[in-house]
């Protein structure tokens, strides 16, 4: 029972996975509406591959978005062809900053504060 289960999870899985795909179409459509242009076939190629494996990846996650797994969708963007160091590159040259939840206090450092 449990391994026909598992073999039932898997399959879906795959299928839903076949499902997502990057098309060459998808590319072209993406360039055009971001005006994205490289300087070589070895860059057009790199961010394509970014690119599709980021729609893989919005379409797994509003996929669980439509399940009420998760509590936010997403879609694409002018950053989709972009690797996740490139994104950082650019939000540090162009002044973003990327705001951190602050640390919580320990048990400790709440006696301490209330010390002082």
């Not at 898997?10 to 839903?16: E, G, H």
């Amino acid at each position: 029972m449990k391994l026909n289960l598992i073999l039932l999870v898997v399959a879906t899985l795959v299928a839903c996975a076949a499902s997502w795909e990057c098309t060459p179409s998808d590319w072209a459509r993406y360039k055009k509406e971001y005006n994205k242009y490289y300087d070589s076939n070895e860059a057009d190629l790199f961010h394509k591959n970014t690119f599709c494996e980021t729609i893989i990846n919005i379409e797994a996650n509003n996929h669980d978005f439509t399940n009420g797994a998760v509590n936010t969708k997403i879609s694409v963007t002018a950053f989709t062809d972009l690797s996740p160091t490139e994104q950082e590159e650019y939000r540090k040259s162009h002044g973003f900053i990327r705001k951190r939840k602050p640390k919580p206090i320990k048990k400790e450092e709440e006696d301490d504060q209330e010390e002082e």
